[in-house]
């Protein structure tokens, strides 16, 4: 069974850094394609991040607009860990954090548990 469990969630102030962490088990980590998202309270799940793999275990990333240049998505195949760098974090980038990966028909179709990222002003 494919699941994937996150960490690294937490509290940090305005300015400063937190990097998620989501290890996937039951399939093979570079089959699969992954992103993150996060969801706030009372507002709709927004998209983060993502990666496509290209090959030789390389990918493509892409990212949602307000978070280029301050987030980063990356993985450590070797442990079949998805990452998500979060830096300059602001009270509008607090909400929960999923990973997710997409399944045959390039849906999100697994998804983590979520992390609780807070920022304080």
């Known amino acids: 069974q494919f699941q994937l469990v996150e960490s690294g969630g937490g509290s940090v102030q305005a300015g400063g850094s937190l990097r998620l962490s989501c290890v996937a088990s039951g399939r093979t980590f570079t089959d699969l394609n992954m992103g993150w998202f996060r969801q706030a309270p009372g507002k709709e799940r927004e998209f983060v991040a993502s990666?496509?793999?290209?090959?030789?275990?390389?990918?493509?990333?892409s990212y949602g607009t307000s978070m280029k240049g301050r987030f980063i998505i990356s993985t450590d195949n070797a442990k079949d860990t998805l990452f998500l760098q979060m830096n300059r974090l602001n009270p509008e980038n607090a909400a929960v954090y999923f990973c997710?990966?997409?399944?045959?028909?390039?849906?999100?179709?697994?998804w983590g548990q979520g992390a609780q990222v807070t920022v304080s002003s």
């Open positions: 990666l496509r793999w290209r090959g030789g275990g390389t990918y493509y990333s």
């Open positions: 997710a990966a997409q399944g045959d028909l390039d849906r999100y179709d697994y």
